[in-house]
């Protein structure tokens, strides 16, 4: 994979690519919040709006692409608000100039407030339509989030890629170790369904009419669990308050085992070994570095290692119950 994928992206390209598919831009773009793709805001002459969604060189296959299109398309056609992309020509998925990109439909809105129960018990209804739609159908092409691929693999690379200072090698890689061993002897052979799976606040847009979903990228198949627990946040009394409304509206659409609870914890530990992967593999673009300049330096692998320690210690607790 290019060092500098979007080096060619410029916004005569953006606009070209546009004009492509008949969409003629006047002039003005608007970059979005996005470190994995490339995503605008633009405007056209007819005075409307689109958003247009460039993907990573090389992440995903046009099949897998595919396979989050549909989904979205599926939960939107049952009137589930999440944004799905514009078919343009029978199309959802263009190509331009060796860029594959997709075209949406623009969606305003704000950071719903979590403090509120009243809006995660109406985020857990719609988390509970998407899942009962994902649990209808099967990814074919998509990944599956487990052990492997978010915790062996990616430990498995870190540890193979030189990107951890060699005084502190040994250590993360103790650490890691049984932080990830904890974690499998939590998992079981959970339900697995077709999920949005990067289910955080901010994928998650909210207006007067309520939330909306935004951005399906990570779209994978795995527990129920994953797309529940990012939406929790501080201390232990105050997470099983949101969970509880969460479910309160969840469970009028679709069943939660609540085996899953025990889930929480170890996922979490998934995605802080799968987070270093993600940014050691995406340092050599320059975006990437201009972000996350604190990557990879002594302070930042110390503090990972503190963090792992502490999220194993976590994992020996009960877990939430409500």
């Known amino acids: 994979m290019t060092a500098r994928p979007y080096e060619g992206l410029t916004p005569d390209a953006v606009l070209d690519a546009l004009d492509s598919v008949g969409l003629r831009g ?15 805001q633009v405007s056209l002459e007819d005075s409307t709006y689109v958003v247009a969604k460039f993907y990573r060189p090389s992440r995903w296959s046009d099949a897998q692409i595919l396979e989050d299109h549909a989904f979205s398309i599926e939960m939107a056609e049952r009137e589930i608000p999440v944004v799905a992309p514009i078919s343009i020509g029978s199309k959802t998925l263009h190509e331009f100039s060796g860029f594959r990109f997709a075209v949406y439909p623009r969606r305003g809105g704000r950071t719903p407030e979590l403090e509120d129960d009243k809006v995660l018990e109406w985020i857990g209804r719609f988390l509970g339509r998407i899942h009962a739609v994902g649990a209808a159908g099967d990814f074919k092409v998509r990944p599956a989030l487990n052990i492997e691929t978010f915790g062996e693999e990616p430990r498995d690379w870190l540890l193979d890629s030189g990107l951890i200072p060699a005084d502190l090698d040994s250590v993360w890689e103790s650490v890691s170790g049984e932080a990830l061993n904890k974690a499998e002897d939590r998992f079981f052979d959970a339900t697995q369904l077709r999920l949005h799976g990067d289910c955080h606040v901010g994928n998650i847009l909210w207006t007067d009419d309520g939330p909306h979903f935004v951005d399906l990228d990570d779209a994978r198949t795995g527990p129920a669990a994953q797309d529940l627990w990012m939406l929790l946040a501080g201390d232990r009394e105050t997470a099983t308050r949101q969970l509880k409304s969460l479910l309160a509206g969840y469970e009028r659409f679709h069943e939660f085992d609540r085996r899953e609870l025990g889930l929480i914890e170890p996922l979490r530990t998934l995605r802080l070994l799968y987070y270093s992967y ?22 930042y692998w110390q503090d990972r290692i ?6 194993t210690a976590v994992m020996d607790e009960a877990p939430l119950a409500v």
């Open 278 to 299: 993600w940014l050691a593999r995406r340092w050599e673009d320059p975006a990437f570095q201009a972000a996350f300049p604190w990557f990879g330096t002594q302070r």
């Open 306 to 311: 503190l963090e792992l320690r502490e999220q």
């Open 26 to 40: 006047d002039g003005r773009l608007l970059a979005l919040h996005s470190y994995e793709n490339r995503v605008y």
